[in-house]
């Protein structure tokens, strides 16, 4: 995308290219945009809800197959609608983002295929783990309600990892304790708590300086907060989102009442360059 750090998604009924962060779209090329190659053998790799749609349509013509992400929702009652259809058995297969995971119950649904299982996983995020098992243990929960039992197919890069072992096994507690173990070595919440400074600016030079500038700052309450963790500045995951560049600060402590206290005496007093926001997270859901 040329507002964001991401790869633009491609739509192939469309033929478009966008951006599901800041909204761009654009043709999709025919050919390689770079000036110095311009080959024609461009292809597009990965396996989208369209792709799964189209193969499966290949291998079961007979079935109702009906795909449910973002483009099919297109109005309010269509999401109704759809699983409606699905409830009553006018639909045989149904296709999905994580949207169709979570809180849903269909007696009749036998068996569940969960695609890219792990792809949550390789998130930059202390929660990453945490967040597989819920995913994997809801959408797993979606079979099987009625009489007949139900079966799960997980597809997975690493099949051997810990979350995707627990949650195949159903083993809350298991997942539980080893994932305990590792906030604790790693001093991540819940045995601290986190503290997410996020700068933005159109200039990135702007932001390292103010990003130095702010750390420095931060580091005389470390007198006060003995305990008090600092990491960065440092580019966000999403590091350009709509023509912003992003940087953060992590901070980590028990201690967080008297830090949320200083850090808003610093964001009153200290003067940043035109041009660069500061917001400040406490406890955030995303590190993104």
């Known amino acids: 995308c040329p507002n964001c750090s991401i790869s633009m998604t491609y739509h192939r009924r469309d033929q478009r290219l966008r951006c599901h962060i800041c909204g761009h779209d654009q043709r999709a090329p025919k050919c390689c945009p770079v000036e ?71 007696p009749n649904v036998t068996l569940v295929g969960i695609i890219y299982a792990d792809l949550s996983l390789h998130m930059p995020d202390f929660r990453a783990g945490e967040r597989t098992f819920q995913l994997l243990t809801q959408v797993a929960g979606r ?93 966000a995951p999403l590091e350009r989102a709509e023509n912003f560049f992003r940087y953060q600060i992590m901070l980590k402590t028990k201690r967080m009442s008297q830090l949320s206290r200083r850090l808003a005496d610093i964001h009153q007093s200290t003067k940043l360059p035109e041009g660069v926001q500061t917001i400040i997270d406490i406890d955030p859901v995303s590190m993104h």
Not at 209 to 217: A, R
């Open 143 to 235: 079979a099987g309600r009625g009489e007949v039992e139900g079966d799960v197919f997980v597809q997975s890069f690493t099949p051997f990892h810990a979350a995707i072992q627990y949650a195949r096994r159903h083993d809350y507690l298991g997942f539980y304790e080893q994932e305990m173990e590792f906030r604790k070595d790693t001093e991540y919440p819940p045995t601290s708590r986190m503290a997410m400074i996020t700068l933005k600016g159109k200039s990135e030079e702007k932001l390292k300086i103010s990003g130095n500038h702010l750390k420095s700052v931060i580091e005389g309450i470390r007198e006060e907060i003995k305990d008090l963790a600092l990491a960065g500045p440092s580019p």
């Open 36 to 106: 110095t190659c311009r080959s024609y053998e461009i292809r597009y790799a990965g396996i989208g809800t369209e792709k799964v749609e189209d193969t499966l349509k290949v291998l079961f013509p007979k079935a109702g197959i009906q795909r449910m992400d973002s483009d099919t929702l297109k109005k309010k009652e269509d999401y109704k609608k759809i699983l409606t259809a699905f409830r009553l058995g006018k639909i045989d297969v149904l296709i999905g983002t994580q949207m169709i995971a979570k809180g849903l119950h269909f």
